[in-house]
């Protein structure tokens, strides 16, 4: 069946370092969301990616869609405490579907 | 944060008894959703819909039901409520298929 796997499953980071995540489908995908949970929250929604190889950029993060839309990274440059929390892909494959598949997520700590 | 209110937020109960979780929106969203949120697992979607009197199943339904006889409501209902159901529980909502959803502040539910 359709698989996204999100890696790493934990980061732990001193403030200040950059953090990556990355989501990776065994299929071609439409569009592609990121969502991040804070400990104790609900997921909130960041981005939505859509065409091939873009990049969209939310001050300190960084949103990139792979060329061949099957993959897709968030990047987090100079990570403070705020950024604490799990951060979830969310794929859609397209078609007649209303689903989002949701990754693993990665659990990401910063220590001051 | 979206109108999406969660009821109850917190519920303990004993196994084979029914649990019926409610989630309601003032936002007159056409999707609505049911996810369970264990770890290692990330959001599981259990069953959404899409119109009153319309929903379908996502990956974890076994041992869920759902109804949604007014827009602004969708109940989730646990049968013969079982020890593997102990999860926390969200419902999201979304204008129209495969784009952003918001999400309630879910359910912690434990089943003894």
């Known amino acids: 069946g359709q698989q996204v796997m999100q890696i790493p499953q934990y980061q732990h980071v001193q403030e200040g370092e950059d953090f990556t995540t990355y989501c990776n489908s065994s299929t071609t995908l439409s569009n592609i969301q990121w969502y991040k949970q804070r400990p104790g929250g609900h997921p909130v929604f960041l981005i939505q990616l859509v065409k091939s190889g873009e990049v969209k950029k939310q001050k300190r993060l960084t949103f990139q869609f792979g060329e061949a839309k099957k993959n897709s990274s968030l990047h987090i440059t100079a990570t403070q405490t705020t950024d604490v929390g799990t951060y979830f892909c969310a794929v859609n494959y397209g078609g007649a579907t209303n689903k989002l598949i949701f990754g693993t997520g990665t659990l990401l700590a910063v220590q001051p | 944060d979206a109108g999406i209110t969660q009821s109850p937020r917190h519920k303990v109960t004993e196994t084979g008894t029914p649990v019926t979780l409610r989630c309601h929106q003032t936002?007159?969203?056409?999707?609505m959703y049911w996810y369970r949120q264990d770890p290692g697992h990330g959001l599981r979607l259990i069953h959404y819909s899409y119109g009153v009197k319309d929903t379908d199943k996502g990956e974890v339904s076994d041992g869920y039901s759902v109804s949604r006889s007014k827009t602004e409501d969708f109940l989730l209902t646990l049968e013969s409520a079982t020890s593997s159901q102990t999860s926390v529980y969200f419902c999201a909502i979304s204008e129209e298929k495969q784009e952003t959803q918001y999400f309630g502040p879910g359910t912690r539910l434990l089943v003894l």
């Open positions: 936002e007159n969203h056409r999707y």
